[in-house]
């Protein structure tokens, strides 16, 4: 499930960029990525394969948030970083009724 919204965003980036490219994509929780608003030093510790986060990401859309975004935050290593942001509470919607959105871009971490 998680590869469909991924490709998704892939696709969104390169209509935005067309440019852009990376080797793989790796994933980390927005809690995980950031302290006090900036990117944690050793993050390269929190980022997660696709098939690592799968898990994660199922139990996130069974929650009940109204959105989850999947942001692009940079290229590290030559791999495309995908920060998964959540809303602070559910809001008990059912899982039908949830809105992946994409945002972000391709710098370079």
């Known amino acids: 499930m998680l590869k469909k919204y991924i490709e998704g965003l892939e696709i ?15 994933i980390v929780d927005e809690a995980d990525l950031y302290k006090e608003g900036k ?8 980022l997660s394969s696709l098939n690592d986060y799968e898990h994660n990401f199922i139990q996130l859309i ?8 999947l942001s692009a935050v940079g290229i590290f290593k030559g791999n495309l970083v995908v920060c998964v942001e959540k809303p602070a ?6 899982k039908e009724q949830l809105s992946v959105n994409y945002s972000g ?3 370079t971490l």
Do not use: A
Not at 62 to 69: I, K, P, Q, V
Not at 89 to 94: E, F, I, N, T, W
């Open 12 to 26: 969104w980036l390169h209509s935005n960029n067309p440019n852009s490219n990376w080797n793989d994509v790796l």
């Open 105 to 107: 871009n391709t710098k």
């Open 39 to 46: 990117i944690i030093k050793n993050f390269s510790e929190v």
């Open 89 to 94: 509470h559910p809001s008990g919607l059912k």
């Open 62 to 69: 069974h929650e009940g948030y109204s959105w989850l975004n």
